[in-house]
């Protein structure tokens, strides 16, 4: 088996219909693959649109199979299990991936392939691994708000991903991302640098983070903002 754990930067995005390459240089993507799991995450500047993927893979002999379990693009989402089949090939820079074939949502079928730079560390922390989070809420002076967004956040080789989707009053689906590479000061103490992000708001900016870990499979993480606000997150690791 390929070992592909390591955070990777998109170099660049090819489709083919069958008759031309369209090539995607702008869109920004990073995906990280921990031992068990992989999770990507993209954000077009030039209008924000954003998607993010998660699921389990297995590896051999210059082919990744991933079960996604989870992923969103604009306003859609879907939690229904799909599998695919890519072929790697190792590079200088990282590696190069090919989907032979694709349906799109109108059933055309396209070949997707994706060029990556390895961006990783070798750090390691009590965070690696895959979160989803189980129970969100922002306090406003005496007020607490619940969030009731699907939240999924990965941590490996000193980078980290958040994507998450949301519901607007009319029942309209967001999606949310954010990725960059983080530290992990002392034990309850985390500091994200966010390099690519739906929400220019925090896109380049720098956030310390409280952790709180109860065992090692949850943990709580709390944000004070500048505004005064406290965002309140708990999560649970996804298993094998």
Do not use: C
Not at 6 to 33: E, F, P, R
Not at 137 to 148: A, C, E, L, R, W
Not at 173 to 200: D, P
Request: charged share 20%.
């Amino acid at each position: 088996a390929m070992n592909m754990s390591g955070a990777y930067t998109m170099l660049s995005q090819t489709i083919n219909d069958g008759k031309k390459d369209t090539v995607y240089a702008n869109l920004k993507q990073l995906k990280i693959y921990t031992p068990d799991y992989m999770m990507y995450a993209n954000v077009n500047p030039a209008d924000s649109v954003s998607g993010f993927g998660i699921g389990r893979y297995s590896s051999d002999s210059g082919m990744i199979k991933e079960n996604v379990i989870y992923s969103a693009a604009d306003t859609s989402a879907s939690d229904s299990a799909a599998n695919f089949t890519l072929m790697i090939e190792k590079t200088a820079k990282g590696y190069k991936q090919i989907i032979p074939e694709i349906i799109t949502r109108n059933n055309s079928k396209i070949k997707l392939t994706e060029e990556y730079e390895t961006a990783g560390t070798a750090t390691s922390t009590a965070l690696d691994g895959v979160w989803k989070a189980v129970k969100m809420y922002t306090i406003k002076g005496k007020d607490t708000i619940p969030n009731t967004a699907i939240q999924y956040k990965i941590y490996h080789a000193g980078h980290f991903i958040f994507g998450h989707t949301y519901k607007d009053s009319v029942n309209k689906i967001h999606t949310g991302i954010g990725y960059g590479t983080f530290t992990m000061g002392s034990a309850n103490k985390i500091t994200e640098n966010i390099t690519a992000s739906t929400y220019g708001s925090i896109r380049g900016k720098s956030f310390d983070i409280a952790i709180e870990m109860t065992g090692t499979d949850e943990f709580k993480q709390t944000i004070s903002e500048t505004t005064g606000e406290i965002g309140v997150e708990f999560y649970q690791r996804l298993k094998k």
